[in-house]
T-cell receptor, first 115, second 110 residues
Framework: DAGVIQSPRHEVTEMGQEVTLRCKPI?????LFWYRQTMMRGLELLIY????????DSGMPEDRFSAKMPNASFSTLKIQPSEPRDSAVYFC?????????????FGSGTRLTVV | GENVEQHPSTLSVQEGDSAVIKCTYS??????FPWYKQELGKRPQLIID?????GEKKDQRIAVTLNKTAKHFSLHITETQPEDSAVYFC?????????FGSGTKLNVKP
């Protein structure tokens, strides 16, 4: 199993540009989570999906952020327009049957820098 | 929602000593408590977890204890080694979401 796969690993973009982060969960896992990690705020849950359906997006900071999960093997997190304060490491994680009450497996993360 | 507090924020120990990291949570409905280790520049990785119907769990040099009444849980690492140096996060699962503590940076000095 290749684990949770995220792309790109690093992204540098200019303020105002659109950024799309991608995630492929572990095959068979039915819950997917997007987290943002910064020194100041730690690990913040942005949104999570169960069986491809968004269950809770209360952590999405504002309308500039959107996430989709068109099928069980792919999810995107989009920021449009991006701002310097969006700079962070974005992690995707998935878990199997039982949702989050089993450990998450995290992807390697996307380090986003907005200049 | 849930609120997880973690202490200390940094911990420095000598190789071979024990390390203890403590977390408290606010909502008695939380029923699953994982611990993650994150090395510099890498992903958080699950190292041990405990459910609310268990008071203690051990895996080699790592153990976790849970006190449901007091709403706190702790990670114990014995015989620390330099490769244990990392940031450790606790979490509490509440309604299918993990709430993470702020992390403890553990430094094991050789």
């Amino acid at each position: 199993d290749a684990g949770v796969i995220q792309s790109p690993r690093h992204e540098v973009t200019e303020m105002g540009q659109e950024v799309t982060l991608r995630c492929k969960p572990i095959s068979g896992h039915n819950s997917l989570f997007w987290y943002r990690q910064t020194m100041m705020r730690g690990l913040e849950l942005l949104i999570y999906f169960n069986n491809n359906v968004p269950i809770d997006d209360s952590g999405m900071p504002e309308d500039r952020f959107s996430a989709k999960m068109p099928n069980a093997s792919f999810s995107t997190l989009k920021i449009q327009p991006s701002e310097p304060r969006d700079s962070a490491v974005y992690f995707c994680a998935s878990s199997g049957v039982g949702g989050a009450n089993y450990g998450y497996t995290f992807g390697s993360g996307t380090r986003l820098t907005v200049v | 929602g849930e609120n997880v507090e973690q202490h200390p924020s940094t911990l420095s120990v000598q190789e071979g000593d024990s390390a203890v990291i403590k977390c408290t949570y606010s909502d008695s409905a939380s029923n699953y408590f994982p611990w993650y280790k994150q090395e510099l520049g890498k992903r958080p990785q699950l190292i041990i977890d405990i459910r609310s119907n268990v008071g203690e769990k051990k895996d080699q040099r790592i153990a976790v204890t849970l006190n449901k009444t007091a709403k706190h849980f702790s990670l114990h690492i014995t015989e620390t080694q330099p490769e244990d140096s990392a940031v450790y996060f606790c979490a509490a699962s509440y309604f299918n979401k993990f709430y993470f503590g702020s992390g403890t940076k553990l430094n094991v000095k050789p």
